[in-house]
Nanobody, 127 residues
């Protein structure tokens, strides 16, 4: 498994931007599809974005498409989520996740497709 640590959350006004980072341990980071999920109070954890092993393919939830950008740097064992034009409804705990197995499907978007999770980082967007 991969150990994951998120950072970069915080409080931002609507329309603002934040960049989340997720640092992974181990030498196998580049073999895993990576993703971001979020969970708002009282709601289930939901898919935000995924990125293929080499970074060439990305997938987004409709709610964030055009505003969020997922990326990764395999040399640094790190993935990122650039969030622009933030809205109050983006308020949630954001989780970094690694696919359940190496060489997994980059279009996966169910929480059960992912086997390693970070501790989460809070993003709060004020109106």
């Amino acid at each position: 498994q991969v150990q994951l640590v998120e950072s970069g959350g915080g409080l931002v006004q609507a329309g603002g931007s934040l960049t989340l980072s997720c640092a992974a341990s181990g030498r196998t980071f580049s073999t895993y599809v990576m993703g971001w999920f979020r969970q708002a109070p009282g709601k289930e954890r939901e898919f935000v974005a995924t990125i293929s092993r080499g970074g060439g393919f990305t997938y987004y939830a409709d709610s964030v498409k055009g505003r969020f950008t997922i990326s990764r740097d395999n040399a640094k064992n790190t993935q990122y989520l650039q969030m622009n034009s933030l809205k109050p409804e983006d308020t949630a705990v954001y989780y970094c996740a690694a696919h359940l197995r190496p060489y997994g499907d980059p279009s996966a978007r169910q929480t059960t497709d992912f086997g390693s999770w970070g501790q989460g980082t809070q993003v709060t967007v004020s109106s």
